[in-house]
């Protein structure tokens, strides 16, 4: 019977079986999860997922948010080409129809399978002959991988498949590229170079194991770095290709030209350089403090939940002295403790193109960016474990079994216990508001939760407090990004619905004033102003308002020339022979037309307008006799 246990802790199966069986205890909850956040862009209404097998010529050919928005907007820099795993979601909807239960699976499968390739190249990294690190030491590496809570977010959310897949097919390029070296057979170099394309054409992240492959050589096949660059040529060519059609189909390399000026997608927005460098040296040391201790965890960490930071502050120098002990260490102790060193640079190269530091990413940080890069973390740990199984020490197994132990235990937990906030958006958009209390975004979020349970209410009581939530969370957006745009539309939205059940108009101008104030070209509240003006019983303080708007507010205090005229002529349309909105309205069409820039279709328009008005004032003005 021992013998037979024996053999099979041994066969290639078991691990394989170990990696599944741990992926579906500790991410089982989630199958029966539907889709939340991006989700929506990259599946649930994207037009080209819908069609299956016909749409993926369309997700290969267009940049990833065509899908869902129709044509390429270019919201974040450098735009998106990451048709892979969306591919395979039209797949599914071919196969299966629209079931997030399966793209669920799915994730999990694919997550398992990471496991058991980090597994695999634990194995061939050939770090030592004893049984502890031909066999200890790669199922260590691949548990601790697979517990970590840091990864919650790219296995429980289905758009976190690119992740998985780009670490996926980059762990394959590492394996075959090895192999190609140790046995010299051009099948293997073949291999790498399929699953290198697949892996960028999963995410451009993989990218950086331009360099982490030939540093894998140069640690453990004891290689020079030139020649190990000249060996994986290949490579280059692979990557060099995929950077040719990402530009073909995106239209340009990285920069559109198009400059990104709404902070949810370039959060550096207002920032000085200095302050910019020391907010990413900020979170890069949040980074290493996560892998560390992965606690408290959120979905969120836009503006201002990650804080702008000087170069002064004590946070930003604590970072700046933990990455600098971290990497002078691991180069001082480097040919005594090569896999120190290993890891030191493999995590800094893989987080360097989403820091920041190359180009914007469109957020401070995010939990799945350390997707990749705490691979470094699972190895370093992993390594530490065997080097103390086979210390002379007598208490070093337990003290190694023990600490491996309280690691895994907790950080399975942590991780069974985060999963459940990816249920749908509304316990997510909690969670997330939980933790990341000053961010404008997880706010606005929340706010729209609960408007839409507001909107899905009958009970009249039950949906006056849920309209009185939303409204205290878009409050607190709007008081951290005044300028919101999203969150200032909701405000509107939830000052109409107020208006609607209460009737008070006084209200809900006071209201609303203040949401012109700050983004007057907002087509709902024009739309509702327009609306509630038409009711006989509005119309008297409708103009009032209209003209201070226009006159007073927009135009004399603002000098917003295009709005100013916007309201004046709604007011000068509902009492359109009264001298005094008459002259307001000529005043602003003159210092309107003086503006350079305006079409010159729109200048004949106004000219002519302007001319029968002074013409209508002049009749109109009292003569003195």
Known sequence: MDTQKSEFWQKPIFPGLLFVLLSLGLYWQSVGFGYVLDDTIVLDENKFVAKGFSGIWDILSK?????????????????????????????????????????????????????????????????????????????????????????????????????????????????????????????????????????????????????????????????????????????????????????????????????????????????????????????????????????????????????????????????????????????????????????????????????????????????RFLFMPSLSFSFFCAYLAVKGLESNWKASKILVYSILSLVVVSYGIKTILRVPDWKDSLTLNLAGAAVSKNSARINLFTGVSYFHLYEKEMDVSKKKEYLDIANRYIDRSLIIFPAYGQGLNMKAGILAEYHKMSGDLDNFLDGIRKVIVVKPDLSFVNEYLSYISKKDENKHKMYLFLREMGYQVLFKKMKRYDFAYQYINQAHEMRPYNLEVSKEMVEILDAYLSKPGINPQQVDEMRKKAEALRLQNTLMEPKNE
């Open 63 to 367: 940049e990833s948010f065509t899908g869902y928005f129709g044509e390429q907007k270019n919201l974040v820099a450098g735009a998106r080409y990451r048709p892979l795993s969306i591919v395979s979601f039209a797949i599914e909807q071919q196969i299966l129809g629209k079931n997030p239960w399966f793209s669920h699976l799915i994730n999990i499968l694919l997550y398992a399978i990471c496991g058991w390739l980090i597994y695999r190249l634990g194995r061939l990294l050939n770090l030592g002959k004893s049984l502890g690190w031909e066999k200890i030491f790669p199922l260590i590496f691949g548990i601790l991988f697979i517990c970590h809570p840091i990864h919650t977010e790219a296995v429980a959310n289905i758009k976190g498949r690119d992740e998985i897949m780009c670490l996926l097919f980059s762990l394959l390029t590492a394996i075959y590229t090895l192999k190609f070296i140790d046995y010299k057979s051009q099948k293997y170099s073949i291999l790498s170079s399929l699953c290198f394309f697949l892996a960028l054409m999963s995410k451009e992240n993989a990218i950086t194991f331009l360099l982490v492959i030939p540093l894998i050589l140069v640690f453990f096949r004891s290689e020079k770095f030139w020649p190990s660059i000249r060996q994986t040529w290949y490579l280059w060519i692979v990557a060099a290709v995929f950077l040719f059609i990402r530009t073909r189909v995106i239209g340009f390399f990285f920069d559109s030209g198009i400059k990104i000026t709404d902070l949810m997608n370039d959060p550096f927005i207002g920032m000085y350089p200095l302050q910019k460098i020391s907010t990413i040296l900020f979170c890069i040391g949040w980074y290493l403090k996560l892998l560390l201790f992965p606690h408290p965890l959120t979905h969120d960490y836009y503006p201002y939940h990650v804080p702008k930071m000087n170069p002064t502050d004590a946070m930003t120098l604590l970072s700046l002295l933990m990455i600098l002990s971290l990497v002078a260490c691991s180069y001082y102790f480097r040919k005594k403790e090569k896999v120190g060193w290993f890891s030191v640079l493999y995590f800094f190269i893989t987080i360097s193109i989403v820091s920041n530091l190359i180009f914007p990413v469109g957020t401070f940080m995010n939990e």
